[in-house]
């Protein structure tokens, strides 16, 4: 594979990183060698921890190298993925800002919905973003709960009223978030209905119809719909397949948009595409929304699913706290620990109170039960053995979801592996409908995640989001090798001048 080319005027640590890629390329470092670690990258090149950093993690969001946990980075095997990697973007301008742009999504959901429903129960999800039942801990959380019952017999009654959060859930989430370098008081933590209606308040907090909202592009459908039924408009930035939201483009919408209030970004394993923001991106995003008065709106559901040797810290851990906190802090156990509790949460820096009063309006008191689990849980060192195991067996899936890709998909699929997580987002040769390719493998028992649910600028037509969060077995290999076929028999239908200039 050729090494990306990084100018000189590319910062620091990518210029670094072409560097080692060309080293991997030529062979100079070899498949299962050690990598030097973030200090001797320091002393060899004379940068900061940060920028060493960055260098290691670019490699592996280009797949060259791999974190192992608790012993560092190792260059990849080649043939491991024998598939060209995702495309940058042009990054500097936000995606067409036109009155088109910022409607439809929610109709376009439920058309996708309604077509999967009349299909019926289908023999094999590669559609939705979320870990094989087997890959949670049940035995566990059945103890904890009978556990809980015999201690509580009266948990089901009604529990606090306004403020609505356990205290003990808000001691807990403290102490959670400070393993990851964010201080926050129990009293500005909030318990939500999932991370769909932490994002959902927020927006209700910071922004008011009419109003804009930028958002990566791709991104989480949930997002754009929670925009729309709100009246607000969504402003799609473009994003790195790597590092995620484009920085500059941000800043000439601010520049130019008076009605921009907010920002919503998941900076670790950006869904779709499944980028990892380098920290000082972070830091820099944070700059950005004090300077220009936006809130930033952090989905924060997959930091735990990043396969890293060292811990990462959100965006928040940039902001300042309490009344000045412009960081809206958006997490949830739905991907980790039980999906079915729907236990979110939040802290919402300056708009907290904001946020405590429309949340008591709308939805009165939490349920104590999934509250205290979840708190449980969280704060017990077996929580973290249990997200080591999945974050293994995820791997093992991922990869081989994308050894099948390779395998059975048409050539020019490109994809680049994503450090963790639950799924592969992959750019298809031009001229297949991902649209076409649902209804298609629908109608083969197969349901997928295709691209326009991703976006309202049309672009990802020819984009599919694939799950990898179930065992991969020889159903889910054959599902793949159907999808192949479907995608052949679209190509086989394009006159030839199509297919080669595709
Ligand atoms: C980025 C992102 N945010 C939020 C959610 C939904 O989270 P929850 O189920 O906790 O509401 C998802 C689920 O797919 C997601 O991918």
């Known amino acids: 594979m050729p090494p990306s080319t990084d100018s000189r005027d590319a910062p620091l640590y990518r210029q670094l990183a072409a560097l080692y890629e060309q080293a991997i390329a030529a062979g100079s470092l070899t498949p299962g060698m050690r990598m030097p670690s973030v200090r001797e990258l320091c002393q060899r090149h004379q ?10 993690r670019h490699l592996e969001s280009l797949g060259c190298v791999e974190a192992r946990e608790r012993v560092g980075y190792f260059v990849r095997e080649p043939g491991d ?8 973007p042009e990054l500097h301008e936000p995606l067409a800002h036109d009155p088109r742009v910022f409607a439809g999504i929610n109709e376009r959901i439920s058309g996708f919905l309604e077509k999967a429903r009349r299909a019926g129960p289908l023999p094999l999800d590669l559609g939705s973003a979320m870990p094989a ?6 035995a566990a959380l059945n103890r904890l709960a009978h556990g809980l019952l015999r201690e509580q017999p009266d948990i ?18 403290a102490r959670h978030a400070l393993t990851f370098g964010v201080c926050i008081a129990p009293g500005d933590i909030g318990a939500t209905l999932g991370n769909s209606e932490a994002v959902n308040l927020a927006l209700d907090a910071v922004a008011e119809p009419g109003d804009v909202i930028a958002v990566e592009s791709p991104t989480f459908f949930g997002i754009l719909q929670a925009i729309e039924v709100r009246g607000l408009r969504a402003l799609e930035i473009p994003c790195s397949p790597h590092t995620g939201m484009s920085l500059e483009a941000l800043e ?6 008076p009605r921009l209030k907010g920002v919503v970004v998941v900076p670790h394993l950006q869904m779709p595409q499944g980028s990892v923001m380098p920290d000082a991106h972070k830091e820099r995003l944070v700059a950005l929304c004090v300077e220009y008065g936006m809130a930033l709106i952090e989905d924060d559901i997959y930091r735990e699913f990043v396969e890293s040797p060292h811990v990462l810290r959100p965006a928040k851990a940039w902001d300042r706290q309490g009344d000045a906190g412009q ?3 958006c997490a949830s156990l739905s991907k980790s620990f039980a999906p079915g509790l729907r236990q979110g949460w939040m802290s919402a820096g300056r708009w907290q109170a904001r946020v405590q009063m429309i949340k008591f309006a709308r939805t009165r008191n939490m349920q104590t039960w999934s509250q205290l689990l979840a ?10 053995r249990h997200m080591r195991r999945m974050r293994a067996q995820l791997r093992i899936q991922r990869e081989q979801a994308a050894r099948a890709v390779a395998r059975y998909f048409p050539a020019g699929t490109r994809l680049s592996l994503p450090p963790g997580g639950l799924s592969l987002w992959l750019e298809l040769p031009q001229g297949i409908s991902s649209t076409r390719l649902y209804d298609d493998a629908l109608h083969n028992g197969i349901r997928v995640a295709p691209g326009p649910m991703f976006s309202n600028t049309g672009r990802y037509e020819h984009f599919l989001r694939l799950s990898c969060g179930m065992p991969f077995t020889a159903q889910v290999e054959a599902g793949y090798r159907t999808l192949g076929a479907l995608m052949a028999a679209q190509l086989a239908e394009q006159p030839a001048a199509v297919r080669r200039a595709a």
């Open 133 to 138: 039942p087997s890959l949670f801990d049940s």
């Open 47 to 56: 940068v900061s921890l940060t920028t060493a950093l960055q260098v290691l």
């Open 81 to 88: 993925l024998a598939l060209p990697r995702a495309r940058e």
């Open 252 to 257: 000439l919408a601010a520049r130019n948009e």
């Open 327 to 329: 960081v809206i802090y």
């Open 156 to 173: 089901l009654v009604y529990g606090p009223s306004a403020p609505t959060t356990h205290p003990d859930f808000q001691q807990a989430m």
């Open 375 to 384: 708190a449980r849980s969280v704060d017990s060192p077996a929580y973290e």
